[in-house]
Nanobody
Framework: QVQLVESGGALVQPGGSLRLSCTGL????????MAWYRQAPGNARELVAS???????YYEDSVKGRFTISRDNAKSALFLQMNGLKLEDTATYYC????????WGQGTQVTVST
């Protein structure tokens, strides 16, 4: 059974940092294109960052220079280091795996608040 298990979400003040993790179970992780999406209340789910099978990386403009996506294929793990967090980064963050099939994690809540 395929599972993407996220962790690392929390309440943090503006300017703070968080590191999200996602473990992929039941898939050949190294062969998958991986990504982080987020969804704020009332908004559509949006792509935040992605890292492909060949480590090609994409960032959404608003997170460039603040977020870093990485993967450790030996641990079937995906990471998102988030620095300089802003109020508008508040959302549920989802891990996403795509190859022939697509899988989603259950989401982890990131709240940026004073």
């Amino acid at each position: 059974q395929v599972q993407l298990v996220e962790s690392g979400g929390a309440l943090v003040q503006p300017g703070g940092s968080l590191r999200l993790s996602c473990t992929g179970l039941g898939i050949p992780f190294s062969l998958y294109n991986m990504a982080w999406y987020r969804q704020a209340p009332g908004n559509a789910r949006e792509l935040v960052a992605s890292i492909g099978e060949y480590y090609n990386i994409y960032y959404e403009d608003s997170v460039k220079g603040r977020f870093t996506i990485s993967r450790d294929n030996a641990k079937s793990a995906l990471f998102l280091q988030m620095n300089g967090l802003k109020l508008e980064d508040t959302a549920t963050y989802y891990c996403h795996a795509q190859r022939v099939h697509t899988y989603w994690g259950q989401g982890t809540q990131v709240t940026v608040s004073t």
